[in-house]
Nanobody, 115 residues
């Protein structure tokens, strides 16, 4: 029983910012990597950012310098600060949590960037 819940999505104008949050709860032994993926209609799901425990963050090339991933391990939470948003960032953003038991996904939160 592991639940993953995202929040913080919404509608924003180009150049604006959003901060996504993800909280994992339930029977969690430990969390290794936490990350954010996104999927736009008709496109492949792609890794946006990931943050391993004690490791270096990694980002999709197109979001480097604009997005920042962080985590609060004590709260089993991960965040994605998104700045300078572009229309091509529009997608459902999904949180992924890698635990001892396996990988778990949230339902996703919609991010829409439009004039």
């Amino acid at each position: 029983q592991v639940q993953v819940v995202e929040s913080g999505g919404g509608l924003v104008q180009p150049g604006g910012s959003l901060r996504l949050s993800c909280v994992a709860s339930g029977n969690i032994f430990s969390i290794n990597t936490m990350g954010w993926y996104r999927q736009a209609p008709g496109k492949q799901r792609e890794l946006v950012a990931a943050i391993p425990s004690g490791g270096r963050t990694k980002y999709l090339d197109s979001v480097k310098g604009r997005f920042t991933i962080s985590r609060d391990s004590a709260k089993n939470s991960v965040y994605l600060q998104m700045n300078s948003l572009k229309p091509e960032d529009t997608a459902v953003y999904l949180c992924n949590v890698e635990t001892y038991q396996g990988n778990y996904w949230g339902q996703g939160t919609q991010v829409t960037v439009s004039p």
